[in-house]
């Protein structure tokens, strides 16, 4: 049971180019996200997918985009990376209703020069 | 709107004595609220929630939490310090309606146990 998987696990890019973090889940939850993570700001919600087939912005949605490819994948896009995108990205997963814990991959660092 | 805060970016403590890491919140109706931690390198693991009942809640690793309302407040507690639970600690709380799919967090406080 590997819970939350995310690759890769490391990436840098230049600015300009584009990218698509990948996540997995084997769980069998409904709901999916995908947060940023920098110094001093704690985690920002960039993309959630409440159920297969939706896909709602976040806090911070501007620069990216997201597919949910079925119930176990959710990926994250950056069309046109820009440095200001340089982070640390988790995704996590949910069971149904706001009582549910989410679990969190081990994230995918990303430098953007 | 639902926020949660963690008033101190840092706390040090000595092994062996007891630790608090501090979590206030400001939501609409009862709350539910969330712990969590993180590790070097590795994503926030779930430690405990407060959904509705007992004020002092138990979960993973020997951490409690008290939840009081009156001072809407929800502390991370642990009788005694280890040196492996120096690590980034997060309290979080849902949103509701369209909003509960999203977890606010707050900016996290770094646990250092001193040897």
């Known amino acids: 049971n590997a819970g939350v998987t995310q690759t890769p696990k490391f990436q840098v890019l230049k600015t300009g180019q584009s990218m698509t973090l990948q996540c997995a889940q084997d769980?069998?939850?409904?709901?999916m996200y995908w947060y940023r993570q920098d110094p001093g700001m704690g985690l920002r919600l960039i993309y959630y997918?409440?159920?297969?087939?939706?896909?709602d912005k976040g806090e911070v949605p501007n620069g990216y985009n997201v597919s949910r490819l079925n119930k176990r994948e959710f990926s994250l896009r950056l069309e046109s990376a820009a440095p200001s995108q340089t982070s640390v990205y988790f995704c996590?997963?949910?069971?149904?209703?706001?009582?549910?814990?989410?679990?969190f991959g081990d994230g995918t660092r990303l430098s953007i020069l | 709107a639902q926020s949660v805060a963690q008033p101190e970016d840092q706390v040090n403590v000595a092994e062996g004595n007891p630790l608090t890491v501090k979590c206030t919140y400001s939501?609409?109706?009862?709350?539910?609220l969330f712990w969590y931690v993180q590790y070097p390198n590795r994503g926030l693991q779930f430690l405990l929630k407060?959904?509705?009942?007992?004020?002092l809640v138990k979960g993973s690793y020997g951490f409690e939490a008290e939840f009081n309302k009156s001072q809407t407040s929800f502390h991370l507690k642990k009788p005694s310090a280890l040196v492996s639970d120096s690590a980034l600690y997060f309290c979080?709380?849902?949103?509701?309606?369209?909003?509960?799919?999203?977890?606010?967090f707050g900016k996290g406080t770094k646990l250092s146990v001193i040897p």
């Open positions: 996590a997963s949910r069971y149904e209703g706001a009582h549910q814990p989410q679990h």
């Open positions: 769980m069998n939850h409904n709901s």
């Open positions: 997918s409440a159920s297969e087939g939706t896909t």
């Open positions: 939501v609409s109706g009862n709350p539910y």
């Open positions: 407060y959904i509705t009942g007992d004020n």
């Open positions: 979080a709380a849902p949103g509701y309606g369209a909003g509960s799919y999203q977890l606010t």
